[in-house]
């Protein structure tokens, strides 16, 4: 039984990535404004997982991914803001990290992962914000407790967590870390 639920899985899953696999209509020769240096395409950006599937709207999903960081924040800041605030019913403040909704999208509509070259790589730890991150980092919840947890990261206890608390199998100890598949 337990098997046919994981190839249904698979199956809707597989439908749904080729659908998604559709022509796209955005630049396919981004460049950078400030250069002119034409940049390879990207088919998502995924700096921080989920966030594009939160705040970029249908309609802007393809443009989205192809935009490059510089112009990341200019051309979609706003849009994250006002998505932020209707997830908030407009009453978003500030979050666990003391960032009013303006600075907060901010950082959201550039979709890069930081990677910090010394000390602690995590996406957030308490103390430690978006450093980089490691495979076993729940970038979900963490997410989750920035847009919905408020100043304290413990309002909102129902939208808090996916309830995901570890991977279904253990990380590997050598490259590429990645756990062994079923």
């Given amino acids: 039984m337990k098997r046919n639920v994981y190839i249904s899985i698979g199956v809707c899953t597989l439908i749904f ?32 997982p989920g966030i594009a599937t939160v705040f970029v709207g249908t309609a802007d999903k393809d443009n989205f991914n192809v935009t490059i960081p510089s112009v ?34 901010g950082v959201l509509a550039t ?17 430690n914000v978006l450093t980089g991150r490691t495979l076993d980092d729940d970038v979900i919840d963490v997410s989750l407790i920035l847009i ?11 939208l808090i967590s996916d309830n995901v608390d570890s991977n279904d199998k253990a990380f590997s100890a050598s490259f590429p870390y990645e756990a062994a598949p079923w």
Avoid: H, I
């Fill in 17 to 48: 990535v080729l659908g998604a696999c559709e022509t796209n209509s955005y630049d396919t020769n981004p460049t950078d404004p400030n250069t002119g240096a034409v940049f390879a395409v990207s088919g998502d950006q995924v700096g921080r």
């Fill in 72 to 105: 990341m924040n200019a051309a979609y800041q706003t849009k994250f803001e006002a998505q932020l605030q209707a997830y908030n019913s407009g009453g978003f403040t500030t979050n666990a990290l003391t960032l009013d909704a303006a600075a907060f999208t």
């Fill in 111 to 127: 979709d890069v992962l930081g990677v910090k070259t010394t000390g602690k790589t995590t996406y957030y730890d308490g103390t």
């Fill in 148 to 158: 919905f947890g408020g100043p304290t990261g413990a309002s909102n206890p129902t």
